[in-house]
């Protein structure tokens, strides 16, 4: 079922969150903070339909927010999640090395089912200039990065902010995801598959321990391998989504 702001409600109580994030998350639910597209960067807008929001989310990077946003989609412990929340004042550093207030739209907050989060999404080669260009307000530690003034600014109402570098949203990942969720969505008014058909499946890797989708959808002769996209989807069979798409 979509997510709804009584669901928020609930979710503030089941993990006592305090007043201010409270307050942030329920800003965040009551709609956008800014027209998506409309800051000084070039941007390419997309509409992503999302089931567990139970509308089209508007992002404004595919190989970034968008491809965040199916990651987010699809993992099974993220509850919900808003793009384009309230921004928050930021003090930065210029490139004279002077302290400035700005305001600061993170993409987008998540409520994972350990707590909430306030996520930024960047490419990779611009996060690499920001680490060079300004030490002051970027680190890079332990593999992560930090924005260290947003970090602050969010700190103070008790919410974590990340950092989310495309290196992290692999293509080939972020199609296979893509994927899986489109079947999942087709699929998801029909029956779960039949004990029968898992048990043939199994019976198969008795067989052989590692398959194609081409050759397991030979061996059982299928029309589609819909089926099987499901057997994946469900976490019955694994399969190698960071290296191969499931389209091959």
């Known amino acids: 079922m979509p997510f709804k702001s009584n669901d928020l409600e609930r979710y503030i109580a089941d993990h006592q969150l305090s007043a201010p994030i409270s307050q942030y998350l329920r800003a965040a639910d009551a709609g956008l903070s800014r027209d998506v597209g409309t800051t000084g960067y070039r941007s390419v807008v997309s509409e992503f339909p999302s089931a567990k929001m139970g509308r089209s989310v508007v992002v404004e990077s595919r190989r970034g927010e968008l491809a965040y946003a199916i990651c987010t989609e699809y993992a099974r412990e993220v509850v919900a999640y808003y793009e384009q929340p309230p921004a928050l004042d930021c003090a930065r550093t210029t490139k004279n090395g002077h302290c400035v207030t700005r305001l600061y739209h993170p993409d987008f907050v998540v409520l994972g089912s350990s707590g909430p989060a306030v996520v930024q999404v ?23 990065y930090h924005d260290l003034p947003a970090e602050e600014a969010f700190g103070r109402i008790g919410l974590r902010h990340v950092v989310v570098s495309t290196a992290n949203l692999p293509r080939i990942r972020v199609a296979n995801l893509s994927n899986l969720l489109r079947v999942r969505a087709a699929c998801a008014k029909e029956p779960p598959l039949s004990s029968e058909f898992v048990a043939r499946v199994r ?12 050759d397991l959808t030979r061996r059982l002769e299928l029309v589609a391998r819909t089926s099987l996209l499901r057997l994946i989807d469900e976490g019955v069979l694994f399969a190698s989504i960071d290296q191969q798409l499931l389209t091959d």
């Open 203 to 214: 019976r198969k890797f008795s067989e052989r321990a590692v398959l194609t989708i081409g």
């Open 122 to 144: 960047k490419p990779e080669e611009k996060l690499a200039c920001l680490i060079r260009s300004n030490p002051k307000d970027w680190r890079l530690a332990d593999g992560e």
